[in-house]
Every structure is written in C-alpha cells, then in structure tokens.
C-alpha cells in the first residue's frame, strides 16, 4: 500500500489558477500510475486525470481538458495537477490515487478500481 498525502487546495476566484501536489511515501515510487479524481457534494467521484509514471503517457476527462495539466516529478515522488482558467463547477474535494501494479492492464487507468491506493482529500472550492 502507497501513502498518498495531498496539498495545495484552498479558495480561488472564477478565472484564476491553483496547484495541487500528491506525494507519494517511500525513497521511489515504483509503481504503474497515479491520477487524480473529485468529488463534489451530492455527486459521484469522477476522473480528472492520470498519468503512467515510466513515460508519462497523460489521459484527462473531457470537461477538464485544455484547463488541467498532469505531471509528475520522479526524484520526489510526486506528482502535479495545475489547475487554469478554474471554474465554480469545478469545487470538490481533489483525491489522489495511485496504480501500483501494471499486472495485465495496459495504456492509461481512468476508473476508480483502476487504482489501488487513495489520498485522504484537499478541498479545492471556486468562487464565482
């Protein structure tokens, strides 16, 4: 199991930019993936993005794409969620996740059970 830590969320206005960061425990993180969801109140955990950590092969939601951006820095393992052009629909609480395991799965995880180990959550609220 992966220790994920969250931080970087807090209160911006409509239009502006925020930066999450997911550290992951451990000297190396040798795992498949890791990516990012949120949930907002009243409505189901969704995906925003993952990456694949050897290569750095990026996927994204629709509803997210040209506005986030996923990234990851390997010497201290973590990865990066840079939020732009930020939105009040876009307020949740910003999980990580983490894939450790390639096993038989091939290309970018996107679902929930694609992942196997969760940060505790950093709110991300927007206001308008």
């Known amino acids: 199991q992966v220790q994920l830590v969250e931080s970087g969320g807090g209160l911006v206005q409509a239009g502006g930019s925020l930066g999450l960061s997911c550290a992951a425990s451990g000297r190396t993180f040798s795992g498949y993936a890791m990516g990012w969801f949120r949930q907002a109140p009243r409505k189901e955990r969704e995906f925003v993005a993952a990456i694949v950590w050897s290569g750095g092969a990026t996927a994204y939601a629709d509803s997210v794409k040209g506005r986030f951006t996923i990234s990851r820095e390997g010497a201290k393992n973590t990865v990066h969620l840079q939020m732009n052009s930020l939105e009040p629909e876009d307020t949740a609480v910003y999980y990580c996740?983490?894939?450790?395991?390639?096993?038989?799965?091939?290309?970018?995880?996107?679902?929930?059970?694609?992942?196997?180990?969760w940060g505790q959550g950093t709110q991300v609220t927007v206001s308008s």
């Open positions: 996740a983490a894939r450790r395991f390639l096993g038989l799965f091939s290309g970018i995880p996107r679902a929930q059970n694609d992942f196997d180990s």
